[in-house]
């Protein structure tokens, strides 16, 4: 994972969320606060999932909260939440979901390199169990970036 684009105020462990939107927003949030996305994109997320359904829940348990570039990414950025307690997006295999990893590319370029390299270091099991187990975004920084470091990431 591009520890660049990853701030330790990017990272929130267990929260809690009412459901998947809420959890979305929240996510979203952090790339709004940082100045990766503007507020239109969450809102271009939530609308895209109740219109083309859970796209985002990628595998079990994790989401990948997106949007197209145009709909108001800035530049390139990464959140991470857990949450407490797993909330549904009505994805028939992959519910419910415990982590979300937001992200934003600021053209169609970034956003398929962004998208590759979440992919690739979420694809490998113990990375997502060691993000449902931290206990601090600190924690989190240093394993993505010592695991980069180590070029543990590739699939």
């Known amino acids: ?5 990853l701030r330790e105020e990017n990272i929130r462990l267990n929260m809690q969320a009412r459901d998947w939107e ?3 927003r929240q996510s979203g949030k952090l790339l709004v606060e940082a100045g990766y996305a503007g507020e239109e994109y969450v809102e271009a997320i ?3 999932v109740k219109k083309d359904g859970p796209y985002i829940v990628i595998s079990q348990g994790l989401a990948l909260p997106h949007a197209r570039p145009e709909e108001g990414a800035r530049k390139e950025g990464i959140s991470i939440i857990t949450l407490k307690e797993p ?7 992959n519910d419910p979901v415990d982590v979300l990893v937001a992200f ?5 370029d970034s956003h398929l390199e962004m998208l590759q390299d979440l ?14 187990r931290a206990e601090s975004s600190l924690e989190v920084i240093d394993y993505i970036k010592n695991n980069r ?4 990431e590739a699939n």
């Open 46 to 48: 939530i609308e895209m």
């Open 104 to 108: 934003t590319g600021s053209d169609g």
């Open 87 to 93: 909330v549904y997006f009505g994805h028939p295999d």
């Open 149 to 152: 470091e180590k070029g543990v």
């Open 119 to 132: 992919a690739g270091f979420l694809n490998r099991k113990e990375n997502l169990e060691f993000l449902r």
């Open 1 to 5: 994972m591009q520890d660049r684009y």
């Open 22 to 24: 809420d959890a979305v």
